[in-house]
């Protein structure tokens, strides 16, 4: 079974705070990406990446950098945490390998930025 | 940039229903994914189509390419399918990440 973990379930920052949020998967999956959803927004691509150190921007990248210094490890960082970051941050990742490319998500991350 | 599109945003429904969700989207794609998605946030990939039909289950996925308009339906539908089923497409063949609709919030009653 894939498995895709997040470090954290819930999570409080203060405003201005350096934030990082891990995910790791166990099925040496090549693509991982993060997303954020919001009510009424539904889900958006913050960044993703397909292979080690490399990271392509998503529809939403500002505020964000993210980190893949190995395969199965891909870091979502928010360099000064804003309110406007409050949200729930999902982690998914996919393999081409296997034809089908279904994506795979993490349990998420509620973060809140007070 | 893709617009994906589902209707309804809401739906309540009996249990044993035929429950149909519909999702459109504006511009050519590689492939579109159903996503089912409960309370507590964890997604669970349904379907993943590029043509035709698929069918797990009570569960069955359509997708018309000409037309870019895909139906989740669900049939006998149980309490535990009250979701939130989400749309997403896919427009490149690489590792673009995926476009989604807003979801349909589904509640099936007993």
């Known amino acids: 079974d894939v498995k895709v973990t997040q470090s954290s379930r819930y999570l409080v920052k203060r405003t201005g705070e350096k934030v990082f949020l891990e995910c790791v998967q166990d099925?040496?999956?090549?693509?991982m990406f993060w997303y954020r959803q919001d009510p009424g927004l539904g889900l958006r691509l913050i960044y993703f990446s397909y292979d080690v150190k490399m990271k392509e921007k998503g529809d939403i990248p500002e505020g964000y950098s993210v980190s893949r210094e190995k395969k199965e490890r891909f870091s979502l960082i928010l360099e000064s945490a804003s309110t406007n970051q409050t949200s729930m941050y999902l982690c998914a990742s996919s393999s081409p390998r296997q034809g089908s490319e279904t994506q795979y998500f993490g349990p998420g991350t509620r973060l809140l930025v007070l | 940039k893709n617009e994906v599109e589902q209707s309804p945003q809401n739906l309540t429904a009996q249990e044993g229903e035929f429950i149909t969700i519909n999702c459109s989207y504006s511009v050519g794609i590689s492939a579109l994914h159903w996503l089912q998605q409960h309370p507590g946030g964890g997604i669970v990939s349904l379907f993943m189509l590029s043509s035709g039909k698929k069918k797990h289950g009570r569960l069955i996925a359509t997708i018309n390419i000409q037309e870019k308009h895909s139906s989740l339906h669900i049939t006998a539908s149980h309490p535990r399918d009250s979701a939130v089923y989400i749309c997403a497409v896919r427009a490149g063949g690489g590792a673009d990440g995926l476009t989604f609709g807003k979801g349909t919030h589904l509640i099936i009653q007993p």
């Open positions: 099925m040496d999956h090549e693509n």
